[in-house]
């Protein structure tokens, strides 16, 4: 499924028995620890007691936060803390029915439809699913064509090499190992130069050194690009790679 093709509320996995209590949620933003080295970014996304409760639980609750545009923003929880449904709420991908969200200036579920093609999408299981039996040069030819981007050989093979995915290019999706498909999900999540990236589970799969370098990737793409980057995780050290670190439990 294609970025643009995404539904509003795409998120169809199930809650676990973890989600039925709220998620006490806190912010750590390294700029109140450190001097910063420059001015803060431009705001893209401002949480106020923003909450989903539904039948099955409530994944997150009471959170006030924002995410600026240059910046690394890492959600961390252990599995079940609701830290998949918040990043799909900060993509416009799912609805909140708790609190105010309002991203790139846009009040939040009510234009919802009008932002989510400024905001870049990895592979979220279930969400966006890549076709399998198709190359990586062809899925990233697909996704350049639908932003009205030149989808000739070499402007893809040009891509993939900014993405560090050349030596992928002929190579079936479903034959990648995991890194390299979290690097396509991220390169076909910029393909339409969003002004924010939302990257889930940077772990599955993968050693500590794959997923460090993953992070190193997204912050250089925050800072480099100026787009607001956030990512999923559970683990305290990837999180602390992050320029701010919104903590789910």
């Known amino acids: 499924m294609t970025q643009a093709e995404q539904p509003l509320n795409g998120f169809e996995k199930g809650f676990t028995a973890a989600d039925e209590a709220c998620s006490v949620v806190s912010l750590v933003h390294k700029a109140q620890e450190e001097e910063p080295t420059s001015a803060p970014g431009e705001t893209y996304a401002r949480a106020r007691e923003l909450g989903l409760r539904t039948s099955?639980?409530?994944?997150?609750?009471?959170?006030?936060?924002?995410?600026?545009?240059g910046e690394l923003t890492a959600l961390r929880g252990r599995d079940g803390s609701g830290k998949t449904a918040l990043l799909l709420?900060?993509?416009a991908r799912m609805t909140h029915n708790q609190g105010e969200l309002a991203i790139l200036g846009e009040p939040m579920p009510k234009r919802a439809r009008k932002v989510q093609r400024r905001i870049g999408l990895g592979l979220v299981k279930g969400v966006n699913d890549l076709r399998p039996n198709l190359t990586v040069e062809s899925t990233v030819a697909a996704e350049l064509s639908l932003f009205g981007k030149p989808a000739k050989r070499e402007k893809v093979e040009s891509y993939l090499r900014s993405w560090q995915l050349e030596g992928a290019a002929r190579m079936n999706v479903g034959d990648l190992p995991?890194?390299?498909?979290?690097?396509l999900g991220i390169a076909l999540g910029?393909?339409?130069?969003?002004?924010a990236l939302a990257?889930?589970?940077?772990?599955?799969g993968l050693t500590l050194r794959q997923s460090t370098r993953l992070m190193e990737l997204l912050a250089r793409t925050a800072?480099?690009?100026?787009?607001a980057v956030m990512v999923a995780c559970a683990s305290r050290d990837l999180a602390?790679?992050?320029?701010?670190v919104i903590e789910l439990s």
């Open 89 to 91: 709420t900060l993509a």
């Open 240 to 244: 602390q790679m992050a320029d701010c």
């Open 178 to 183: 995991a890194e390299k498909l979290q690097q």
């Open 199 to 204: 990257v889930d589970d940077v772990e599955t």
């Open 190 to 195: 910029m393909a339409g130069d969003p002004e």
């Open 56 to 69: 099955q639980g409530c994944p997150y609750a009471g959170m006030t936060f924002t995410v600026r545009k």
């Open 223 to 227: 800072r480099e690009r100026g787009v």
